[in-house]
């Protein structure tokens, strides 16, 4: 497995895969990931079993303290001196599901975000998530203002 950071040629993949891993209210669309690979290409690590895209993480970097759903929609309010690391979305095909894929990814994230000097990294979660994010470090902040896709999230923040 390889984990390299995105290009605008994988724009196509990057979208197919968030289709196959969250429903339709929640995943991202083209023009959003087009949007965001425009901005922050480099906040985008896939992962590639050969040369088969089989999951990534992708966020913004931010100065805000808590992610928010305009962060979703709004590429421009990246800051790449930022002082916390959103996560959007940790993404992983059915077929790659439990077996470590996603922590290989976000290990490999948090470590990036470590070595740039952010104060950590942020994400919201579904509630039965919690336990796994928390395993990774991350702690419950609880219910995000986040209303992403009619859901209810939890925000979680893992602090370096």
């Not at 995105?6 to 339709?24: Q, R, S």
């Not at 509630?127 to 209303?147: I, T, W």
Request: charged content about 30%.
């Amino acid at each position: 497995m390889e984990i390299r950071k995105a290009t605008m040629e994988d724009l196509a993949a990057v979208t197919a895969v968030e289709a196959k891993c969250f429903p339709e209210a929640e995943a991202a669309k083209e023009k959003d990931f087009k949007a965001r690979l425009e901005v922050y290409p480099d906040h985008f690590w896939l992962l590639f079993d050969e040369d088969k895209m089989v999951g990534f993480v992708n966020g913004m970097v931010t100065d805000e303290p808590d992610l928010t759903d305009e962060m979703y929609e709004n590429a421009k309010m990246h800051n790449e001196n930022g002082a916390w690391q959103m996560i959007f979305g940790v993404n992983t095909i059915p077929e790659y599901r439990r077996q470590g894929c996603a922590e290989k990814v976000l290990r490999r994230v948090i470590d990036d975000a470590r070595v740039q000097g952010r104060k950590g990294l942020v994400l919201t979660c579904k509630d039965k998530l919690l336990h796994y994010y928390g395993k990774l470090g991350f702690v419950n902040e609880g219910v995000s203002a986040s209303v992403h896709g009619n859901v209810v999230w939890y925000q979680m923040r893992l602090t370096f």
